[in-house]
């Protein structure tokens, strides 16, 4: 495996590749990503998942990034799984940040699309915000896995597949 300043580079490679190949992606037939509502109204679901939910909403104390942050909700488990949304410095990843010990990881890179021509595109601004359009699609790569290591060993582990949400109705 690559290492780079002693740091393994492979995982990193591995999510920067599956976020590209996203970006080519077709949105879904049907025009379902025709909705148009401000970041904070949206209602996301994964197609395969209709016990999930990810909604966007105001954060009481905003970040220097973002003041929406990402609330997931699980049919059957405790939650909702909060997150605050942050940049990088430099490169300007985007990151999902866990309020709680509930998933494992400190930061989830998170993407966030809009939809053209029947393609998934990058959305326009780094980060969503409030009265901002709602990207047409969010993917959060690593979230199963974190919120699984996050809840193991718990009465009620998640365990959510990793894919893509997309922008479902407006509240």
Excluded: Q
């Amino acid at each position: 495996m690559a290492r780079t300043n002693g740091v393994n580079a492979a995982p990193a490679f591995a999510r920067m590749a599956l976020a590209g190949a996203l970006l080519c992606l077709s949105a879904p037939a049907g025009g379902a990503l025709a909705l148009e509502c401000a970041a904070e109204d949206g209602i996301y679901k994964m197609g395969f998942a209709d016990d999930a939910m990810l909604l966007m909403n105001p954060l009481a104390e905003p970040t220097a990034h973002s003041d929406l942050g990402i609330e997931i909700s699980i049919e059957g488990h405790d939650g909702p799984f909060n997150f605050s949304l942050t940049a990088s410095n430099g490169y300007s990843n985007v990151y999902a940040i866990p309020d709680a010990d509930t998933a494992l990881e400190d930061g989830l890179m998170v993407f966030f699309f809009e939809e053209k021509s029947g393609r998934l595109m990058a959305y326009p601004d780094d980060i969503p915000s409030a009265g901002k359009p709602a990207p047409d699609a969010i993917f959060l790569p690593e979230l199963g896995s974190a919120l699984w290591y996050g809840t193991n060993g718990t009465d009620n582990p998640v365990m959510i597949t990793t894919g893509v949400w997309y922008l479902d109705d407006c509240r």
